[in-house]
């Protein structure tokens, strides 16, 4: 009797033509969406691997599970919507790592690997690149009307220098640009109390209960007080109708260029500002992924420019 021949090898760094999807596994020879008796390998263990190598999958199985496509759309995300990853030297951790820059690539379908999108992933594994946090370091210091307040917590990340806050790129824009701008217009100074908020430390200070699904948590909102000559604007003065001219005319002018002021929610926060992302969407679920995972690995943080 003629020996049978061996399976053909299926290797994630030739897929070819097949795509690695939802309830695919390798041990029962399902790529693709359909079954391959005559081929063998791991592909879906291999890419599982490449994703946690990476920073976006926690495991690997063998399956490619609902964990497995959400890990794959968080690496699709992110090279769709970030320009700078982390390289780590072998062995060492984040803190120590290099941000560097990168092209963006754009998958062909969200939460499917295909052959293009499987040859970055490795690309990345080669080089040790893993992705990192979307926020940046703004530094206070450099801006004539924003300041830090005496009850600011300075947070505990690598290198982190006094007067610095963290806060999404977009957010640090607007508060080293249009917040600065207008209080300077307005002839106010700006104290914040709170950026950037890690979610497993429950926020000390606030006016009213924190949401569930806070801006602060993606590094797009401050809570600030404005100061007028020697009056601090507090929360109950706006609540009184107390706040000086000049506070009221600062929060006018920002709430034109479309950004949220706290004082106008049902739940009334008159120290919150925030620029309005959605948080229900994409782009928020997987900026708080990646703010708060590297944020707890110890990421280093860029410098706003």
């Not at 950037?196 to 948590?217: C, I, N």
């Amino acid at each position: 009797m003629a020996t049978p021949a061996a399976p053909k090898m299926l290797l994630f760094s030739d897929l070819g033509a097949i795509t690695l999807r939802l309830g695919d596994s390798d041990g029962n020879q399902r790529w693709g969406g359909r079954f391959w008796p005559g081929l063998a390998g791991t592909p879906v263990f291999e890419l599982q691997s490449a994703l946690v190598a990476v920073g976006t999958l926690a495991v690997t199985s063998g399956n490619f599970d609902l964990e497995t496509q959400n890990g794959l759309k968080r690496f699709q995300w992110y090279r769709e919507n970030m320009v700078f990853r982390l390289k780590v030297a072998p062995g060492a951790g984040p803190s120590s790592g290099v941000v560097t820059p990168c092209s963006a690539f754009v998958s062909a379908m969200p939460g499917i690997c295909d052959q293009n999108l499987g040859a970055d992933l490795l690309e990345w594994g080669s080089g040790n690149f893993v992705t990192t946090t979307p926020l940046v370091r703004l530094n206070t210091k450099n801006l004539s009307n924003v300041h830090l307040s005496e009850q600011f917590t300075t947070l505990d990340y690598p290198s982190a220098q006094p007067g610095e806050i963290l806060l999404h790129p977009d957010f640090a824009v607007a508060v080293a640009g249009v917040f600065n701008d207008e209080a300077t217009r307005a002839n106010v100074h700006l104290r914040i109390n709170q950026a950037f908020r890690r979610a497993d430390v429950p926020p000390s200070g606030t006016v009213v209960a924190p949401a569930r699904k806070s801006r602060h948590l993606v590094g797009h909102a401050v809570d600030l007080n404005i100061v007028d000559g020697a009056t601090i604007n507090t929360a109950s003065m706006f609540l009184t109708k107390k706040a000086t001219a000049a506070a009221l005319a600062f929060i006018q002018a920002v709430r034109i260029q479309g950004y949220r002021w706290g004082g106008d929610f049902s739940n009334v926060d008159p120290v919150h500002f925030d620029d309005a992302l959605d948080p229900e969407s994409e782009d928020y679920t997987m900026t708080r992924f990646f703010a708060q995972l590297c944020f707890h690995s110890q990421h280093p943080m860029r410098q706003l420019n």
